[in-house]
Structure formats: structure tokens, C-alpha cells
């Protein structure tokens, strides 16, 4: 273990603010004690730290009932069996079943120290398919949000110099909505997403370790429409600034390429109805497979220039330190990433026998090709099944039959995209980039299934 | 001829073919969509400055102008030198002269070091500038002159040791600060991250895992785990897991390895906008508003019912909060608060939510 795995005084808060000091030394402690044998040695020590060291609790069925006897929820008629039941209407937007209300979007304690610049992370563990229900979407906001009239929101787009273009535009809402537009499915990945993780393990639930990725259908104008509409000098603009109308107008550089692709949108539409407000409303940057920093929120301006930006988001933050005390700068695309959503940290297994192993994969270069699943810690991988449509730069569901023996077990999963590369672990991460870079952390996640039927989330050495 | 049936339904089926046909074109103009910006308007949004200082207002401003700017304006969160992590990340700390000699922040690879300012990330001037201009104050973004963002500039330079404390910084002689920046040498663009071609990055991404599938070498043990006390950090996770499943959450207020309850019940809202107490025991909101039922003045969710579902009404309660007011609900007046923006906000964006406990 060298130098780099000991975690360091880092701005972001959440590993020292976590794990108290004597906690981080308890961690690594435990790290370096003992323990060099394989597996099983390895779960009982970690059951045993963990303080699970009482009986298995997960044994009998989960859905018991005496013999000759039956269950009283089926013996007994309900009152919905024998009542009428509400009128239409009766909500003008429907609302999620009150039994659903455990399923938030949430803050992680002691991340930020104000509620306006913070994240708020995605309730990954309980949610199916692709689609991010809109309000789940995780946030971030720099500023803090808005819910801007979109009668009086405009969007200029103009150039560095005055020869990037052919003139300046000014479109309204109404205008935008009135040009071709497209609907496409991808996926939207905060760059700090697992950021927390990267010296050691810090939070418990896949919530705050991958909550900041969610995923919709978009709706909107190619953004190549617009600069072919204002006349834009390909040949000289070969970047783009994106800017938006709240409080910190945020702005981020994006490659012209990217918007020649048409794959840029100026998006109004998110899941069917417009943009939830904590998205942008009325209009947000879409820039598929790149981090969600750069997908700005009240777009309010794009302009076309030579030479790209460092504004703030990609000159003092956003930038991954890397062990030879230098930065990367303009780091944008997320990497093929993946991970089991069900069962994960936090929770617990009510019985032995089967389970249908559940995930999330997405590749910020493409489509996802495969996806590996071990229940061994990544001794033996077994490749799952791939759900539904697999879209470039969009989550792909994928799912896997398990039978649990009751017995520790260690799940991961691994992904590779269409360009052949594959989901890296936390080694070879560590040994590239070290354990201080915040940004891009896309490593294989382990989740200790115990004994006891309780998930927990670990990482391997 | 021309009023024969047939060779109309024919006119009419050719007139739709070549209809459709056109349709399925792209349009190669898109007429009266969007207009001409005027230059007022490029003026008033066009604020960006690049590091070559592209977009830089004339202008200057001292380390003295800005002190007195800072402290009236910056200092609430930053701290007095620019060295608070209370509200935000430190900006300045953690630079030295042979950094500004350099170009390279050492303490960067001091792990030791707590934290990593600003100044020991940032390589562009044009950033600062740039990003206060935009953005700061917090509360009131926007709303300093250019030459407050001049001298706000120069203090926080100051701080950092980049310039002297008699320095002058304007649109003339930024570039040569550019210069004397500690980690202007500190980035690089060595990664695969970029999605374009325009500037030199890496080809190839920095890690190349194999997909073994049979008896592959992994990690030993377990290195890393959460400790027990910190089991219930991030609240109870029973409440933050579907009631029903294949798995349902641990209930962390309990010590590991108790038994999991089975039976579903009905679950109760989740605590996630619970009252701001803090708050509104600190500003002694509290003193005349209870959370349910009238005391000096009405209650929190009356108001919450009377004003929650106004469109604006997270500016207008954290204004009325502000600014106090009488006649809205009889004519004992309440008194304007001296609480920040921030806080006021918090609390209307409570009240909105209909005031849970």
C-alpha cells in the first residue's frame, strides 16, 4: 500500500467528515491487519468487525403461515375488496402510492455546508428500468435552483469575435419549441458521482455512493440547428460555451465536434412533460455521455469561439489531481461504469434462495456491450442479461439469477462498452490516478452480503 | 378532361406523393425563427473573460478598495483573509513565493495538507475575475461594478502573496499577473476525457482492464468498510429503502444482526424537509410562530396554506420574513428580521413545502 491510499485533508468533506478520525484509523487498521487470507477468512473478519457476529437471521420463509390455517390477508376481505374506490380527477398530477414515500431523493450529512451549492443524490435502490422518475433526478445546484417564467426566458447565441458567425440570434421559448425537434434517451452522471469512495469507503447505500446518475428521454433542438440558422464559421469556432440564467451563470466549454454530431440538444422536454425546475426549466444543455456539470441548467446563452473557456467549473473545480500534483483540465466524458443496485448496501436479505441480481451500466463513449456479475469478490464472472433497449450514452438495466446459500457473499459487477474497454477496479485506478482526484471515479463496487442476510459496502485490496 | 373523377383522384394522389416527399426533406431554411441579438443585448449577457482576457471590461481597482469591498461583502463567508472552509472551500493558503517562481503548487503533492484552496488550484487569473464577476456575492450575484471586481481580484491576489499591497491590478496589466499565478503551470490535458479534437489530450484512457471471467487474481481481503458507529450516519436506512421488496433496509438505529421486520405497515412521510428548528429557534421565529396552532402570530402552516402555492412564493416569504409586514393576518405587525437571504430563503422554502414537522 503506498502513500497515496491514506486519505487526505481534501475539500470535499464527506470521508473525513464520515468516518471520524478514529474511525479512518480503525478502517485502516483493520485494513492492514491480518487478514491476508482469501475469502471466507475474509467475510468472518469483516462480520466480525461489523459488529454481525450474532446468529443468522435470514432462515425461515419470509412469507410464513400455520398449517391448515391461512393468512388472515387473505381470509379477511380488505376494504378496497369491499368499497368504492376514488374518483378520477382526483388528482390533477398523480402522485406516487403514500406506501412509496421511504423512496426520496436525499442529502448526504455533512457533503456541504450550504443547501443551495450541494447534491442531492437518487434513490438508486429502488428504482426499475432505465427512466429516473423526474422527480428523483438527482440534483446539484451551484446557486440554488429557480422556476423561471418561460414566456420571458430567451436564448442568445453569439461569438467570441464578431466573425464567428454570420449574426447574433435571440430565440424565445416559443420559437425554440417550434423548430424540428428530437427525443433521445441518456443517461446524466455528476463527475464527483462516487467521488466520496475514492480513498476508502465512506458512505452506506448505493443512494450516496452512485445516487448522483439518473436517466430520461430528452426532448429538444439539435443545437447544430441553431448555429447553421446563425451561420456559424465551422472552421474557426471550434468550441462552445455554454451559459446559464441563475445566480451563478454557470458556464462550461464543450467541443464543437460534439454539436456537429447533432448529438448537443437544447432541451425543453425531459420523460414527457417539460423540465422539472430542479432540471432547468424551461431549457438545459444535453451533452450526451459527458458530466453533468457541462449539461447547463437555464440556458441561457451559447456562445462560439476559438479557444475554450477555464470558467470556473473547469479551471478550479472539476479538475482530477492527479499523483504528480498536476490536474486535468477539460476532463468531460464519463467512463464505462456500472453497478448492482439490488441487493446493495444497507440492505437486508430476508431469506435464503433465489434473487434476481439487479444493476445499472452506461459508457459515456457508447453503447454497454456486456456486463459481468461475480457473487465471489471477482474471482468467477458470470455475464448478464441486458434489458430492453441498449442505447448509446443511456443507462442499460441488466439483471442476473442468483440463488443465495445463506452464506457470505461478495457482488460485483463489470462492464464494457462498445469500444472494448472494461470497467477498471479500484487498483487499477489507484494505481493511475491515486485516491485525490474527486472526478471519475467509474471503479468496480463490491457489496459484502453477510450471514446475517445485511448488505455492506466494502472495497478489496 | 381535367374534370374527370379519375384523373383528379390521380391529380390529388400525385399532389400528396410529392408532398410527402417534400416533407420528408429537412428544411434547408427555417424562415421566421428566432431573430437578429442587438448589440445592447450581446452587451448586457456576453460577460465571459478567456485566459488570453478576451472579454475583459476596461477597468481597474486597488488592494485597498478591495479589502473594504471584501469585508463588507465577502468576508461573511470566505473569513476575513479569504482562509474559511465554514461556508465554502478556503481560497487562499497553501502557495508560496517559489510556487508564483514556478508556476507549481508544491504542497499539491503534500499529503499532509489539509485541503486544497483556490489559489493552489486555479492556473487562470481570467477565472477569478471572471467567476466573481458572474457570480459573487453569493446572495447578490452580478450586483459589483467592474471595478469592485477589479480590487475583490487584487485583494484576494494580495492574500495569496501574488501581488503587493499597493498594487493596482486593471485590464492593462493583468497579463503580467498571469504570470506570477502558483499553479499556472499545474495543468495538464494528459487524459482521454475530452469529447473533441481541438485540444491534445491522451488517445487512449488511462486504465485497460481484461474481462476475466475463470479464477482471475483479485484483492484478498476486505480493506476498506464502514466502522460500526457510523452505521447510523446517514439516518436509519430502514426508512430509506422501499417497505416492501426482495430486500428491505437495515434499521441502523439498532445494532447489526437484528432481526428485520417482515410485517409492511404503512409508512410515514419521511423526515426529509423536517422543520428548521435551528434556524428558527436562533432568529427567534419561534418566539411568536409555533409549526401548528396561533400564538402571537398565525402558524407556520397557516401561513404555509395561506401563501405556499404562490408561484413565487419562496421570494415572497423570504421577503415578508425580511422585511415584516402588518395587515396580512390582523393588525399585530411583525417586525423585519435581520436574518440573511439565505436563512430567509430556507425557511420560506420549508414553509412552501407545507411546513412539515
Known amino acids: 500500500m503506498n502513500s497515496d491510499d491514506k486519505p487526505s485533508g481534501r475539500l470535499i468533506k464527506a470521508p473525513e467528515n464520515f468516518l471520524d478520525p478514529a474511525g479512518i484509523r480503525q478502517v485502516f487498521a483493520e485494513a492492514k491487519n491480518g487478514r491476508r487470507d482469501f475469502m471466507r477468512k475474509a467475510f468472518a473478519a469483516a462480520g466480525a468487525a461489523a459488529g454481525a457476529a450474532a446468529a443468522p437471521v435470514a432462515l425461515a420463509t419470509s412469507n410464513p403461515v400455520q398449517a391448515g390455517e391461512g393468512d388472515p390477508n387473505i381470509l379477511t376481505l380488505p376494504e378496497h375488496s369491499k368499497g368504492l374506490g376514488q374518483a378520477v380527477a382526483t388528482e390533477g398530477y398523480g402522485k406516487p402510492s403514500k406506501y412509496e414515500a421511504n423512496v426520496q431523493r436525499r442529502q448526504s450529512p455533512g457533503l456541504t455546508q450550504t443547501a443551495q451549492a450541494s447534491v442531492s443524490f437518487a434513490p438508486l435502490q429502488s428504482l426499475f428500468g432505465i427512466v429516473t422518475p423526474s422527480g428523483l433526478h438527482f440534483e446539484r445546484h451551484h446557486q440554488g435552483w429557480w422556476d423561471i417564467d418561460p414566456s420571458r426566458h430567451r436564448l442568445m447565441l453569439n461569438g467570441s469575435d464578431a466573425d464567428m458567425l454570420k449574426k447574433a440570434m435571440v430565440f424565445t421559448m416559443d420559437e425554440l419549441m417550434r423548430l424540428p425537434s428530437v427525443s433521445r434517451f441518456h443517461f446524466i452522471e455528476c463527475g464527483a458521482n462516487t467521488g466520496m469512495e475514492w480513498g476508502n469507503v465512506a458512505v452506506p447505500t448505493v443512494q450516496y455512493s452512485h445516487g448522483m446518475l439518473s436517466c430520461s428521454e430528452f426532448t429538444g433542438v439539435p443545437l447544430r440547428i441553431l448555429l447553421d440558422l446563425a451561420g456559424v464559421d465551422y472552421k474557426k469556432a471550434r468550441f462552445v460555451l455554454a451559459e446559464g440564467a441563475d445566480g451563478s451563470s454557470m458556464t462550461r466549454t464543450i467541443p464543437m465536434e460534439m454539436v456537429e454530431s447533432g448529438e448537443v440538444l437544447v432541451a425543453y422536454g425531459q420523460n414527457g412533460e417539460m423540465l422539472r425546475p430542479e432540471q432547468g426549466y424551461p431549457l438545459r444543455l444535453v451533452v450526451p455521455g459527458v458530466q453533468g456539470v457541462s449539461w447547463v441548467k437555464y440556458l441561457r446563452r451559447i456562445e462560439v469561439g476559438d479557444k475554450p473557456y477555464a470558467s470556473k467549473d473547469e479551471a478550479i473545480h472539476y479538475i482530477d489531481l492527479m499523483p504528480n500534483g498536476q490536474h486535468r483540465q477539460y476532463s468531460s466524458i464519463q467512463e464505462c461504469k456500472s453497478v448492482v443496485t439490488t441487493p446493495s448496501g444497507g440492505q437486508v436479505l430476508l431469506d435464503k434462495g433465489f434473487y434476481n441480481i439487479s444493476g445499472l451500466a452506461w459508457s459515456g463513449r457508447g453503447r454497454i456491450k456486456r456486463v459481468d456479475v461475480s457473487v465471489d469478490g471477482g474471482r468467477n464472472w458470470r455475464s448478464a442479461r441486458l434489458e430492453g433497449a441498449v442505447l448509446p450514452k443511456c443507462l442499460t438495466r441488466f439483471n442476473i439469477d442468483w440463488v443465495w446459500d445463506g452464506k457470505p457473499a461478495l457482488i460485483q459487477s463489470r462492464a464494457m462498452d462498445e469500444t472494448g474497454y472494461v470497467q477498471p477496479s479500484y487498483k487499477q485506478l489507484r494505481e493511475v490516478r491515486s485516491t485525490r482526484s474527486i472526478y471519475h471515479n467509474n471503479a468496480v463496487q463490491t457489496w459484502l452480503v453477510q450471514e446475517d442476510g445485511e448488505v455492506k459496502n466494502v472495497q478489496l485490496s | 378532361m381535367s374534370s374527370s373523377p379519375k ?4 391529380g390529388l394522389l400525385g399532389a400528396m406523393l410529392l408532398a410527402t416527399a417534400a416533407h420528408a426533406q429537412p428544411a434547408k431554411d427555417l424562415p421566421n425563427v428566432g431573430r437578429a441579438a442587438t448589440a445592447k443585448e450581446i452587451a448586457a449577457w456576453d460577460i465571459d473573460v478567456r485566459p488570453d482576457f478576451k472579454g475583459l471590461p476596461k477597468g481597474s481597482g486597488t488592494v485597498a478598495k478591495g479589502q473594504d469591498v471584501w469585508e463588507g461583502k465577502c468576508a461573511q463567508c470566505h473569513g476575513i483573509f479569504g482562509e474559511s472552509g465554514e461556508v465554502f472551500s478556503p481560497l487562499v493558503g497553501g502557495t508560496t513565493p517559489e510556487d508564483i517562481k514556478t508556476g507549481h503548487v508544491a504542497r499539491l503533492n503534500d499529503r499532509g495538507f489539509p485541503g486544497r484552496t483556490t489559489l493552489m488550484k486555479v492556473a487562470t487569473v481570467s477565472t477569478l475575475w471572471d467567476y466573481i464577476n458572474r457570480a459573487m456575492p453569493w446572495t447578490a450575484p452580478k450586483s459589483l461594478t467592474t471595478d469592485e471586481v477589479y480590487s475583490v481580484t487584487a485583494f484576494l491576489l494580495n492574500l495569496g502573496g501574488i501581488v503587493p499591497e499597493n498594487f493596482e491590478l486593471s485590464d492593462k496589466n493583468i497579463a503580467e499577473v498571469q504570470q506570477r499565478m502558483p499553479n499556472r503551470n499545474g495543468m495538464t490535458l494528459d487524459h482521454a476525457l475530452w469529447p473533441g479534437k481541438g485540444l491534445s489530450t491522451a488517445k487512449a484512457p488511462d486504465t485497460r482492464n481484461v474481462a476475466c471471467m475463470k479464477d482471475c487474481e483479485v484483492g484478498a481481503k476486505i480493506s476498506s468498510f464502514l466502522p460500526e458507529h457510523a452505521r447510523n450516519a446517514h439516518g436509519n436506512l430502514a426508512e430509506q429503502n422501499r417497505s416492501v421488496g426482495p430486500q428491505h433496509g437495515a434499521d441502523t438505529s439498532k445494532p447489526a444482526g437484528t432481526p428485520v421486520q417482515r410485517a409492511v405497515e404503512p409508512v410515514a412521510a419521511p423526515k426529509a424537509a423536517a422543520a428548521p428548528m435551528a434556524l ?7 418566539a411568536c410562530h409555533a409549526v401548528a396552532g396561533k ?23 423570504s421577503g415578508k420574513i425580511r422585511s415584516g409586514g402588518v395587515g396580512v393576518w390582523g393588525q399585530i405587525p411583525m417586525p423585519a ?21
Open chain 2, 7 to 10: 384523373f383528379a383522384v390521380i
Open chain 2, 280 to 286: 428558527l429557534n436562533k432568529n427567534s421565529c419561534t
Open chain 2, 295 to 317: 400564538l402571537v402570530g398565525p402558524s407556520f402552516q397557516e401561513i404555509a396554506k395561506k401563501h405556499g402555492e404562490r408561484g413565487d412564493a419562496i421570494a415572497y416569504l
Open chain 2, 337 to 357: 428580521q435581520t436574518l440573511g437571504e439565505a436563512d430567509a430563503a430556507s425557511i420560506a422554502q420549508w414553509l412552501k413545502s407545507g411546513a412539515p414537522r
